[in-house]
Each structure stands twice: as structure tokens, then as C-alpha cells.
């Protein structure tokens, strides 16, 4: 009788060990979580700069070059057509390492390029038949 005294009295104990052990270590747990959690939001957040910085940087290179292909093209009659053009499909010229992700930066260069083709493009094209008409 004593023995199965006994090792009732361990389960017990350890039954009671493990749950103060486990209530013990939970807000460690949670706190750590909370740690790894906030540095992921950190880190998150500085990339989501990086790759702002490169998309803005990509739509400014972008635009410029967008404008000047638009305004050849509007002065010489050609097509409205910016999609075809190598400079946009490619979407890499003025990239450096250093400005981050290459595929924001794509991504606002092509944005850019469509508003300055689409701009200096119909800018052209009205300044060459006004030309025209004043002859």
C-alpha cells in the first residue's frame, strides 16, 4: 500500500513540477516571441524603405527617359508606343547595387517611363501640327 502511496505522491509532484514549470517559462516564451516578432517588423520595415527608395529612384530614371523617347517619337509621327521600346521592357537603365531591390526599381521605372513617353508624347505631337498649321 505504501508503494502505490508513493507513487501516486510522484505523479502528483511532478504533475504539479510540470505545471509551474510550464507557467514559468510561458511569459519567457512570450516575451521571445514578441522580441523575434518586433525585429521582423523591423527588419521588414527597413526593406519596404530600400525598396521605396528604389522604385522612386527607378520612376525619376524612368520618366526621364520615357520623356525623351516620347518626344522623338511624337516629333516624327511615329506610333503612340511605348510598351515595345527596349529601355521599358528591360527596365534597368540608371540601376545601381546600391539603391536595393531591382525588381522595385524595375517597377517604378516602367511606371515612370509610361507618364514621361505618355506626356512629351502628345507635348510633341501638338507642337509639330501647330507648326504645321502656322506654315
Given at each position: 500500500m505504501r508503494t502505490k502511496h508513493k507513487s501516486i505522491r510522484r505523479i502528483l509532484v511532478l504533475c504539479c513540477l510540470g505545471m509551474l514549470i510550464s507557467l514559468g517559462l510561458a511569459p519567457s516564451a512570450q516575451a521571445q516571441r514578441k522580441w523575434l516578432s518586433f525585429g521582423w517588423e523591423e527588419n521588414h520595415h527597413e526593406e519596404r524603405e530600400h525598396a521605396?527608395?528604389?522604385?522612386e529612384r527607378g520612376y525619376q530614371n524612368g520618366y526621364t527617359e520615357g520623356s525623351n523617347?516620347?518626344?522623338i517619337d511624337g516629333s516624327r509621327g511615329f506610333a503612340f508606343d511605348y510598351a515595345n521600346k527596349r529601355d521599358y521592357q528591360v527596365a534597368d537603365e540608371g540601376f545601381r547595387r546600391e539603391y536595393g531591390d531591382r525588381f522595385a526599381y524595375q517597377e517604378g521605372y516602367r511606371d515612370g517611363f509610361a507618364r514621361g513617353y505618355e506626356s512629351s508624347y502628345q507635348a510633341a505631337v501638338d507642337e509639330r501640327h501647330s507648326y504645321w498649321h502656322r506654315r
Open positions: 521605396r527608395f528604389a522604385r523617347h516620347g518626344r
